[in-house]
């Protein structure tokens, strides 16, 4: 496992986890030469990639650049979900990859059930049951998405930014602060509402497990150190790790490197 690298890529940049060392690389118009700069500097071949993608057309650039280079033995996270046993998935392909890893992650840790929160380009809420039987979850826009949509439909607030500074007020005075209340306490007013209501529904009100994750997480800690809640954690990197949770179950599936 110590030459595997995983890689996710999300809608706004790409994740990368080899061994310990995280690297985030947003998709600017210099992104596929600074992942080169970190393969070339970090990676140590022979080496197995593994990833996700919900963003096709970055990760098949990167990819593209993967398959030209020796030694490197890259796999699509989607061809080995459908053998994997730690989450119950009656139709995968109608649930994004990175919902999944996520909760693969987060059970393979916590046990069952759970729920995971991930606020990237979109916040997902998702749940298994005790049985591990993914039950769904919830899908809305993020907060630097909702902050964008205001940016692009409103003239006056096209240079607008979000205020991470915690205020212990709601109601403000100053635009940019009224929009960063608006956003911050909207999203973590929802996503409480939406946990309470799963608890509610699928475990007669019990305190369940909730990890929370994703890039989007710093605007929200303030409200997350704040909630009374016994059992919430935060886990940077869940969907990185619920992908080398995967691969050290089905390792019969992946190349072995241990002759070479």
Do not use: H
Not at 119 to 140: K, Y
Not at 218 to 223: A, T
Not at 232 to 247: D, P
């Amino acid at each position: 496992m110590e030459q595997t690298l995983a890689i996710d890529f999300g809608n706004s940049r790409m994740k990368i986890l080899c061994g310990k060392d995280f690297k985030a690389i947003r998709y600017n118009k210099n992104y596929l030469e600074n992942f080169k700069k970190y393969f070339y500097q970090k990676v140590q071949k022979p080496v197995r990639i593994l990833y996700s993608s919900v963003n096709e057309r970055n990760s098949n650039e990167v990819i593209n650049f993967l398959v030209s280079q020796p030694d490197v033995y890259i796999y699509n996270i989607k061809d080995l979900i459908s053998k994997q046993r730690k989450v119950n998935i009656n139709n995968y392909f109608w649930v994004g990859t990175d919902r999944i890893l996520g909760l693969i992650s987060a059970a393979e840790e916590f046990g069952a059930p759970v729920l995971t929160v991930d606020f990237g380009t979109a916040v997902t809420i998702n749940c298994i049951d005790e049985n591990r039987n993914f039950l769904g979850g919830v899908i809305f826009p993020g907060i630097e998405l909702q902050l964008k949509s205001l940016q692009e439909n409103t003239f006056f607030l096209k240079n607008v930014q979000l205020k991470k500074e915690p205020s212990e007020k709601v109601i403000e005075i100053n635009t940019e602060m009224a929009i960063s209340s608006g956003i911050i306490n909207s999203v973590w007013g929802g996503v409480a509402y939406i946990i309470d209501t799963i608890k509610r529904e699928f475990s007669a009100g019990r305190n369940i497990p909730v990890i929370f994750t994703g890039g989007g997480f710093e605007y929200i800690r303030p409200k997350f150190e704040q909630w009374e809640y016994e059992k919430k954690y935060f886990r940077k990197n869940l969907v990185l790790e619920g992908i080398l949770v995967l691969a050290r179950s089905i390792k019969q599936y992946l190349i072995g490197f241990e002759s070479k």
